[in-house]
């Protein structure tokens, strides 16, 4: 049955490689995910605390392969399923059938490309797809039609945009996510 989960989250390398592993395991105790965000040296889709997290990872050295090692290290160790969240440059970087095999190999259950429009991730999500990878939607418009393809287009999870408060009323909100869960979806959304 689906439900609700507020997102528990670890920015990679905040605090060094050794309280990221630490910190992951604490926070994935009890939780069906967990979200393991790469840090991003213009990390715009953000908040503000998110974003000056991402720049506090940036001073201890890594690489985005050594943020899969580490998770490689830990994930079997995890009580979690894993939400690897980045911006679509990183997975480009390394070339997204080589990004998705690490990934999936770390122990990875889902990607959330921050900064993918939905209609573009086609390329991404057929190679994810062959890697048993999911490509984690956004819900974060206000257009009936949108709301609909994004829903539709969803496997097990879906995460609820805090800019979907803005835009509508709290009943409004309380009937898309009745129609979330109906379509057996599981909804994360901020604390």
Do not use: W
Not at 85 to 100: D, L, M, P, R, V
Request: proline share 4%.
């Amino acid at each position: 049955m689906s439900k609700t989960y507020p997102i528990k989250r670890v920015v990679a390398f905040e605090k060094g490689k050794e309280n990221t592993a630490e910190e992951l395991l604490q926070k994935a105790q009890g939780e069906k995910y967990i979200e393991l965000l790469v840090p991003f040296s213009d990390p715009i889709a953000e908040s503000p605390e998110l974003q000056d997290a991402s720049v506090r990872a940036m001073e201890y050295p890594h690489t985005t392969e050594d943020i899969l090692n580490l998770l490689k290290e830990v994930s079997s160790k995890l009580d979690a399923k894993v939400i690897l969240s980045i911006y679509s440059n990183t997975a480009y970087a390394i070339g997204y059938e080589k990004f998705c095999k690490c990934a999936k190999d770390a122990g990875v259950f889902a990607l959330n490309i921050k900064d993918m429009p939905f209609a573009e991730k086609g390329e991404i999500k057929q190679i994810a797809d062959a890697c048993d990878l999911l490509i984690m939607n956004t819900l974060a418009t206000s257009r009936p039609d949108a709301l609909s393809a994004v829903v539709s287009d969803s496997q097990e999870v879906i995460y609820l945009s805090p800019a979907m408060y803005a835009k509508y009323s709290k009943d409004a909100l309380e009937e898309i996510v009745a129609d979330i869960l109906y379509h057996d979806l599981d909804v994360l959304v901020e604390n």
